[in-house]
């Protein structure tokens, strides 16, 4: 800071060169200009037209800041393809761009099966995911996910039986989810959980200002890397895309 500058003048740089003002932001990355060039330059010029239409779609909702970011659908396409992925389970769905990803990514004969509480938001995709040409690899369910796990738990045929699990639903359960789907996912098969670093506020002191939605959230989703990261049945990478995606690789 120079003399002239005072402490107020100094926050306001500081607020320039961090690029987001507040912890309610769909990426982590530093500022603004460097995520944009991150789409423009890698991830929109390679966006199935397909998912354009679902995630153009999506902004004109109201609750659109629960859409997968179009980077991470790019990261989910790439790793089921990484792992010749064939059967694969999706928990919690929105308008579906990530069940979009995950359904082209598939061979013609690759299955998911979605889970999600809310019927109505799925349907906004439905159309769009139809187009594509992909609804055929959909197992839509309605419904609590944990009750539909247990249900697949009590049938031995479905122990391992998963490639690939995307995890992006209610954080309160996420410790609840990777119980159940730790056992229906196959040894080297991938978990994937979504909003590990939930928009920056697991590193910030608990009385930080933060969205109230974000505050009662933190806990669980702390709770959770803490339990992976001492989880020996899996290997674990966080990586700081969208807002933030821990990768599980189930080992024992």
């Known amino acids: 800071m120079t003399m002239t500058e005072t402490p107020m003048a100094e926050q306001q740089q500081q607020n320039e060169l961090n690029g987001h003002k507040d912890l309610n932001h769909k990426s982590l990355l530093q500022s603004d200009a460097l995520y944009q060039y991150v789409l423009e330059t ?11 239409e679902l995630r153009e779609m999506t902004q004109n909702h109201p609750r659109n800041i629960m859409a997968t970011p179009p980077d991470e659908g790019q990261l989910i396409m790439m790793l089921v393809k990484l792992i010749n992925a064939k059967n694969t389970m999706e928990i919690g769905v929105y308008t579906g761009y990530s069940l979009l990803s995950t359904a082209l990514a598939l061979p013609h004969d690759g299955k998911i099966l ?69 056992e229906l996912v196959r040894i080297g098969g991938l978990i994937g959980y979504d909003n590990t670093l939930w928009f920056g506020s697991v590193a910030q002191p608990p009385h930080a200002p933060m969205m109230d939605f974000v505050k009662n959230s933190r806990g669980y989703v702390m709770e959770l890397n803490k339990h992976l990261a001492s989880d020996e049945r899996i290997e674990i990478c966080q990586i700081p895309v969208g807002d933030g995606i821990t990768l599980c690789r189930r080992i024992i």
């Not at 019927?119 to 995911?129: D, V």
């Open 42 to 52: 890698s991830v929109y010029p390679r966006e199935h037209e397909s998912l354009k």
């Open 114 to 182: 979605a889970m999600d509480v809310n019927r109505e938001y799925y349907e906004l995709g439905l159309p769009i995911i139809q187009k594509a040409g992909v609804a055929h690899k959909i197992d839509f369910r309605e419904g609590p996910a944990l009750s539909l796990l247990d249900e697949l738990l009590k049938d031995k045929n479905n122990m391992g039986k998963y490639d690939f699990v995307f995890v992006d639903a209610d954080k309160n359960n996420y410790l609840n989810y990777h119980k159940r789907v730790i």
